[in-house]
């Protein structure tokens, strides 16, 4: 039986991360719900890499089966919800690639994301979140004050992050320009004025 397959707690961790790997392939429209339940509780074990690959999973199942996507977004939301901090920072960066995938279909799901915001203390995490900010700065209401929380250690953060934030302050700006152009020169100063990243620099220039 199929189930056979599935990973033991017993199992060495890497034939538990061959065994996702095969089960991602596997994973159609007729079987999703019996992957979700098992993903949903790999996310829940002790093995740190092992929940992310899980959580990791969840979201390529979603971008691989476009009609299981609003399913596997749900799952990743309850396990946001249980407020596991590398399981939140890996969700986010999964939604954000899902996000990618089908541009303005689940946006239903910023809110709970945006409540985790303070949360997040990994670069990949950070600029996901970011990026998920910029891109839909016109339906976030408090968008400003989202990007904001992270400008202000912005000489702190890794260039993956500062380059993220230039360009979701510069869509933002675009967006909604009544009230966010003191931030938008902000960003530009310190891109500019204070960093040492060629990149960065030149894209502030460029902007």
Same mark, same amino acid.
Do not use: H
């Given at each position: 039986?199929?189930?056979?397959?599935?990973?033991?707690?017993?199992?060495?961790? *890497?034939?538990?991360?061959?065994?996702? /790997? @095969?089960? !991602?392939?596997?994973? +159609?429209?007729?079987?999703?719900?019996?992957?979700?339940?098992?993903?949903?509780?790999?996310?829940?074990?002790?093995?740190?890499?092992?929940? =992310?690959?899980? &959580?990791?999973? @969840?979201?390529?199942?979603?971008?691989?089966?476009?009609?299981?996507?609003?399913?596997? !977004?749900?799952?990743?939301?309850?396990? @946001?919800?249980?407020?596991?901090?590398?399981?939140?920072?890996?969700?986010?960066? $999964?939604?954000?690639?899902?996000?990618?995938?089908?541009?303005?279909?689940?946006?239903? &799901?910023? !809110?709970?994301?945006?409540?985790?915001?303070?949360?997040?203390?990994?670069? /990949?995490?950070?600029?996901?979140? !970011?990026? @998920? $900010?910029?891109? *839909?700065? /016109? =339906?976030?209401?408090?968008?400003?004050?989202?990007? /904001?929380?992270?400008?202000?250690?912005?000489?702190?953060?890794?260039?993956?992050?500062?380059?993220?934030?230039?360009?979701?302050? $510069?869509?933002?700006?675009?967006? =909604?320009?009544?009230?966010?152009?003191?931030?938008?020169?902000?960003?530009?100063?310190?891109?500019?004025?204070? +960093?040492?990243?060629?990149?960065?620099?030149?894209?502030?220039?460029?902007?």
């Amino acid at each position: 039986p199929r189930e056979l397959f599935f990973c033991k707690y017993n199992d060495a961790p *890497y034939v538990k991360m061959e065994k996702l /790997e @095969i089960m !991602i392939k596997l994973a +159609s429209d007729r079987n999703i719900d019996q992957v979700l339940m098992e993903f949903k509780e790999y996310a829940q074990e002790v093995d740190v890499d092992f929940v =992310r690959r899980a &959580v990791g999973a @969840i979201g390529r199942c979603a971008i691989k089966l476009e009609n299981a996507a609003e399913r596997c !977004i749900n799952v990743l939301l309850q396990l @946001i919800k249980m407020k596991v901090n590398y399981v939140v920072q890996e969700a986010v960066i $999964v939604i954000k690639d899902i996000f990618r995938r089908y541009p303005n279909k689940y946006e239903r &799901v910023i !809110i709970d994301l945006c409540d985790n915001l303070d949360t997040l203390d990994e670069p /990949e995490a950070k600029a996901s979140m !970011i990026w @998920i $900010v910029g891109e *839909y700065a /016109e =339906r976030i209401e408090d968008a400003a004050e989202r990007l /904001e929380f992270f400008i202000d250690g912005f000489q702190d953060e890794s260039s993956t992050v500062q380059l993220q934030l230039l360009t979701a302050t $510069v869509k933002l700006f675009l967006k =909604r320009p009544e009230g966010t152009q003191e931030l938008v020169k902000q960003v530009l100063d310190l891109a500019t004025e204070s +960093s040492d990243n060629p990149d960065l620099r030149d894209r502030g220039f460029v902007y």
